[in-house]
């Protein structure tokens, strides 16, 4: 299951954006009983989160979700942003081998200066009497910004190619991969195209050889 919970102060910052919705039902002491009612209806094995607040996972979210029997693991945004992306999953389920976080901010590229985030982690199946591989979980919020495709895709290869070092196995083979998050982007987009065909179009894209060179050189 993927869910952006939408991370109250971003809610306030950004009022104008919800001006249509009833002023009780924003509130977080509305929202958060009912997020975790829809999380317990699906009851999923594996859940990643967007826009997770800091305070409210420490307070409610993290034990909320471990009274259900999850475990969590949280990466919280770069910058002086509120909020980071969570994966949690069913300890009965699963054990955890490794967690990688993804910081996509880098201070000397200005095409990677925002603050989004990435979580990888490989866990490893509880199935008695059977051998089964690990399986690596991805989870992001790539940036907003309509305009900046080019950004979303650098902070998508950047994500990639941690999720191809941590699922890459010995045998030279790779675990069973499933990538989670919040991606700002819809069906038939060139970023969606990307990762569902393995394809990109760069009509309407807007994206240059600066782009191109840096995602070569640092990401091959």
Same mark, same amino acid.
């Given at each position: 299951?993927?869910?952006?919970?939408?991370?109250?102060?971003?809610?306030?910052?950004?009022?104008?954006?919800?001006?249509?919705?009833?002023?009780?039902?924003?509130?977080?002491?509305?929202?958060?009983?009912?997020?975790?009612?829809?999380?317990?209806?699906?009851?999923?094995?594996?859940?990643?989160?967007?826009?997770?607040?800091?305070?409210?996972?420490?307070?409610?979210?993290?034990?909320?979700?471990?009274?259900?029997?999850?475990?969590?693991?949280?990466?919280?945004?770069? *910058?002086?942003?509120?909020?980071?992306?969570?994966?949690?999953?069913?300890?009965?389920?699963?054990?955890?081998?490794?967690?990688?976080?993804?910081?996509?901010?880098?201070?000397?590229?200005?095409?990677?200066?925002?603050?989004?985030?990435?979580?990888?982690?490989?866990?490893?199946?509880?199935?008695?009497?059977?051998?089964?591989?690990?399986?690596?979980?991805?989870?992001?919020?790539?940036?907003?910004?309509?305009?900046?495709?080019?950004?979303?895709?650098?902070?998508?290869?950047?994500?990639?190619?941690?999720?191809?070092?941590?699922?890459?196995?010995?045998? *030279?083979?790779?675990?069973?991969?499933?990538?989670?998050?919040?991606?700002?982007?819809?069906?038939?987009?060139?970023?969606?195209?990307?990762?569902?065909?393995?394809?990109?179009?760069?009509?309407?894209?807007?994206?240059?050889?600066?782009?191109?060179?840096?995602?070569?050189?640092?990401?091959?």
């Amino acid at each position: 299951m993927s869910y952006n919970i939408l991370s109250q102060d971003l809610l306030e910052d950004n009022s104008h954006l919800y001006r249509h919705c009833r002023r009780p039902v924003l509130h977080w002491s509305f929202r958060f009983p009912n997020i975790l009612k829809e999380i317990k209806h699906f009851d999923a094995d594996v859940l990643c989160l967007q826009e997770v607040q800091e305070d409210h996972y420490g307070a409610e979210i993290r034990p909320s979700l471990e009274s259900l029997g999850y475990h969590c693991e949280y990466k919280m945004r770069t *910058g002086r942003k509120p909020d980071g992306c969570a994966i949690c999953f069913k300890h009965s389920k699963f054990s955890l081998l490794s967690v990688n976080p993804v910081e996509f901010f880098r201070p000397d590229i200005s095409l990677l200066d925002r603050d989004n985030v990435g979580l990888v982690l490989l866990l490893q199946p509880k199935i008695p009497y059977a051998a089964c591989p690990a399986i690596c979980v991805a989870n992001t919020h790539l940036l907003y910004n309509p305009r900046r495709g080019d950004i979303k895709l650098t902070q998508l290869a950047m994500l990639l190619a941690e999720i191809s070092s941590v699922a890459h196995q010995k045998d *030279g083979s790779f675990c069973p991969i499933v990538m989670c998050g919040d991606f700002n982007s819809v069906p038939g987009s060139p970023l969606y195209s990307f990762i569902k065909e393995g394809k990109l179009n760069y009509e309407g894209l807007p994206i240059g050889k600066i782009v191109i060179t840096w995602l070569f050189e640092n990401l091959g």
